[in-house]
């Protein structure tokens, strides 16, 4: 139920604070919590590859690394998917609410982190004709991504019963 809420409040949103359609603009220009993560995102990744001493051009909704590759995000950049599966496993969970808090934040930091590694990793060494067993970077990510995801809560779970 949690995470059938949490997608359709993005997907609504996202839906809203987009030109075109049911178009809400105030919404877009205040409270457009979409633009502001793949802001952080791109902004993280451009400070981490300039502390790295490449030299990034930065666009509307990516980069580009001079002499290298780049990237742009889009909506299924951002890893809401796995971060609303995240937080409805961890709300849903039968625990007390405030050992319910500390997962939760970790779960948003770990993909976050995880998704501007893997935005660093593209902007150096993206080649578009690369697939491994038919499988392209984004492919790739995910199954990396919901393999640890699910191992850390398979930890998460040990850790909380024997708690």
């Not at 997608?7 to 105030?26: D, E, K, N």
């Not at 633009?35 to 509307?60: C, H, P, Q, S, V």
Request: charged content about 10%; hydrophobic content about 50%; some cysteine.
């Amino acid at each position: 139920m949690f995470f059938g809420i949490f997608q359709c409040f993005i997907t609504v949103f996202i839906g809203f604070s987009t030109p075109g359609g049911l178009y809400i603009s105030w919404l877009d220009e205040h409270l457009n919590f979409i633009k502001l993560w793949r802001n952080f995102l791109i902004d993280f990744t451009a400070f981490i590859l300039k502390m790295a001493g490449y030299t990034i051009t930065l666009r509307a909704k990516g980069l580009t690394v001079r002499g290298y590759a780049g990237f742009n995000i889009v909506y299924s950049c951002l890893g809401y998917g796995v971060i609303n599966a995240l937080l409805a496993f961890i709300l849903a969970y039968p625990k007390s609410e405030s050992s319910k808090y500390p997962p939760l934040i970790i779960a948003i930091i770990y993909v976050q982190i995880l998704n501007i590694i893997r935005l660093c990793l593209i902007a150096i060494y993206y080649q578009s004709e690369f697939s491994v067993f038919g499988l392209g970077y984004h492919d790739i990510f995910n199954l990396f991504l919901y393999g640890f995801t699910i191992f850390g809560v398979y930890l998460w779970i040990r850790y909380i019963s024997t708690n």
